[in-house]
């Protein structure tokens, strides 16, 4: 983080550079320094309801991107009630609260998200777990196989194909079409 002094600085100034990378190194806690850090239960149950509707989320790329431009897809994408607060929490994570219980159940019940093409796997976050550790359970898509010759249409077949893409919950040979019937 230091930056050598120019040619012509003096020495008041490159003294004054070292005392404030010297007061950086120190602002990291060590764990022994949180020993007289006490939380009272009052504090904890009052922290614990203001961390209610969370959600971590993690947008699956290595390219960069902007995260004002992510949240305000999401904002529009998702046309919640009153609009979430974000936080980016990490390399493409970030921290979703909402204000009420329907729109967190929309956001992290009712995908999946893309932004940009890219899966924006969402899962719920209890505000405790360091994000930079949160594990995901994945993403629910549906998928649709074509050009199969009518030979290996069969569902042991098909079941192998689909475990490509990842786990599966279900093959259906003939999907019933939301558009059959009378019009």
């Not at 329907?102 to 976050?125: A, E, R, S």
């Not at 093959?171 to 019009?183: A, I, S, T």
Request: include cysteine; aromatic fraction near 10%.
């Amino acid at each position: 983080m230091a930056t050598l002094a120019p040619a012509g600085a003096s020495g008041s100034e490159t003294g004054k550079d070292e005392m404030i990378d010297d007061m950086f190194s120190h602002l990291e806690l060590n764990a022994d320094e949180l020993d007289g850090v006490v939380i009272g239960t009052e504090k904890a149950i009052e922290f614990k309801k203001e961390a209610r509707w969370l959600a971590i989320a993690k947008v699956v790329t290595t390219r960069s991107f902007s995260a004002e431009a992510l949240f305000e897809k999401m904002r529009i994408v998702w046309n919640l009630s009153r609009d979430p607060i974000c936080r980016a929490a990490g390399e493409n994570l970030f921290i979703f609260q909402m204000h009420c219980l329907g729109d967190w159940k929309k956001v992290v019940h009712q995908g999946p998200w893309t932004f940009c093409g890219w899966g924006v796997l969402i899962n719920d976050y209890d505000g405790l777990e360091d994000p930079e550790k949160f594990i995901f359970s994945g993403m629910h898509v549906w998928a649709q196989i074509h050009g199969i010759p009518e030979l290996y249409r069969k569902p042991d077949i098909l079941d192998d194909l689909s475990r490509k893409i990842g786990k599966v919950k279900e093959v259906q040979m003939f999907p019933k079409l939301f558009f059959e019937g009378e019009v």
